[in-house]
């Protein structure tokens, strides 16, 4: 299973912290990405993580604002967001892929087979 958390009510230019927690498997074994949806808007790419840790890939409008981590020991996958703005607003998810091509393939949605619940970030102006 998969739990997102650390969301919240924040401010433009604030900062909150996401964090995915795995719980019956290792998170080392998986990449992770993290997506979110807006009210009446599609599902977008946000992060992602490939699972080796040694490569992270960014949506162009989170680039250099957000960033994401890993502390496998935690069996945990940080979403740090700084700078955030009224359009951040969205529920976040975060979601494991085993897809052999993900350098390739990180930002579709299709190839993430397990998605944890998500958790709502709402920025105000």
């Known amino acids: 299973q998969l739990q997102a958390s650390g969301g919240g009510l924040v401010q433009a230019g604030d900062s909150l912290t996401l964090s995915c927690a795995t719980s019956?498997?290792?998170?080392?074994?998986?990449?992770v990405g993290w997506f979110r949806q807006a009210p009446g808007k599609e599902r977008e790419f946000v992060a992602a993580?490939?699972?080796?840790?040694?490569?992270?890939y960014y949506a162009d409008y989170v680039k250099g604002r957000f960033t994401i981590s890993r502390a496998n020991a935690k069996n945990t996958v940080y979403l740090q967001m700084n700078t955030l703005r009224p359009e951040d607003t969205a529920v976040y998810y975060c979601?494991?892929?085993?897809?052999?091509?993900?350098?390739?393939?990180?930002?579709?949605?299709?190839?993430?087979?397990?998605w944890g619940e998500g958790t709502q970030v709402t920025v105000s102006s």
């Open positions: 979601a494991t892929s085993v897809t052999a091509s993900y350098s390739s393939l990180y930002s579709d949605a299709r190839r993430y087979g397990y």
């Open positions: 019956g498997g290792f998170i080392g074994n998986y990449h």
């Open positions: 993580s490939r699972r080796s840790g040694d490569s992270t």
